[in-house]
């Protein structure tokens, strides 16, 4: 059963971007202007297709959307609200969580590629729009991605109470699959500096700490939830939670009370996202269709990008 967002009934969804008519496929790979208008370079696969490809010298901002397709931004100047430098739409079917590894591999986390019982991981060479890998085994209903430096990759499964599957480098069947211990619908994830994973759950209204090399989901009990989906640390070690419930929470490290709650602009935060210079991006799931950006420390956005966002499900900023 699939059930409005705007309800605030994730608790039942069993695929959240098939509420808004995903589609097979998509349109073709788009080969799109430059940050300063300049025309992309395109690299040949081969004599009879091209590979659209952007650039990788600067740090950019991925947005994933329910029209089938990740847009990607410069994100050096998000306060202009750029147009989107280059689109993937390859193997993008129903887009949610986004990451990347310190090769600057993409990932992608699909709900419906191709059909509402297909979902993958689809993997995206550093500066290229066209798909290298997909991984299946042990995927349903992905929502959230992280990577750590070992080149682990975690995935979040909605489905049937939920897991997280973990993947290790260049595997694609899981070598471990973490569940049950209080978790239930399991979105968004991130890491922290010592590699220790955390999972937001939308239903227990838990964020669960995961510590590095182990099972062991330990509940954060932070005050202040009512449907949290995306975390995210920022530079000085804030714990930054997006909540559907129309707000975005910041705990300092160690805490469990918030010391600010944003909520001006928000109907339903549902991705977050940081980069290594201390900028959060929280992406709004729609109505406004919206992308803010926080500079270090502030609180108030100092930027927002709404150009080509068409209810985002997943964003990302990363120097690749």
């Not at 409005?4 to 509420?19: D, E, H, P, V």
Request: negative net charge.
């Amino acid at each position: 059963m699939r059930l409005s967002l705007s309800l605030g009934l994730l608790a039942s969804c069993t695929c959240i971007t098939g509420l808004v008519g995903c589609s097979a496929g998509g349109p073709p790979m788009q080969l799109l202007q430059g940050a300063n208008g300049e025309a992309v370079a395109q690299t040949g696969r081969s004599r009879n297709s091209v590979d659209p490809s952007y650039r990788v010298s600067a740090p950019l901002v991925f947005v994933a959307n329910t029209s089938n397709e990740v847009q990607i931004y410069p994100a050096n100047n998000l306060k202009k609200n750029p147009k989107p430098m280059a689109t993937i739409t390859d193997a993008v079917g129903c887009p949610s969580g986004l990451a990347m590894d310190r090769q600057g591999t993409l990932y992608v986390a699909n709900d419906c590629a191709g059909d509402y019982s297909s979902y993958s991981i689809t993997e995206y060479p550093k500066g290229q729009t066209a798909h290298s890998l997909s991984i299946t085994d042990g995927i349903r209903y992905p929502a959230g991605l992280a990577v750590d430096n070992s080149l682990t990759l975690y995935v979040s499964n909605v489905w049937d109470k939920g897991n997280i599957s973990e993947y290790p480098a260049g595997a694609t069947s899981p070598s471990r699959v973490i569940s049950g211990q209080g978790i239930t619908a399991p979105w968004g994830l991130t890491l922290d500096t010592k590699q220790n994973l955390y999972v937001a759950d939308y239903v227990t209204d838990q964020i669960f700490k995961i510590p590095k090399g182990t099972s062991n989901a330990n509940p954060l009990n932070l005050q202040g939830l009512k449907r949290p989906i995306g975390v995210a640390f920022d530079s000085l070690g804030n714990l930054w939670v997006a909540d559907l419930k129309g707000f975005v929470n910041v705990y300092p490290p160690g805490k469990t009370s918030p010391s600010e709650t944003i909520s001006d602009g928000y109907t339903e935060p549902f991705a977050i996202s940081e980069d290594s210079t201390g900028s959060v991006l929280v992406a709004n799931w729609e109505h406004p269709d919206v992308v803010y950006e926080y500079a270090p420390n502030q609180f108030s956005p100092e930027a927002a990008l709404m150009k080509d966002i068409k209810t985002s499900t997943g964003v990302l900023i990363k120097k690749p």
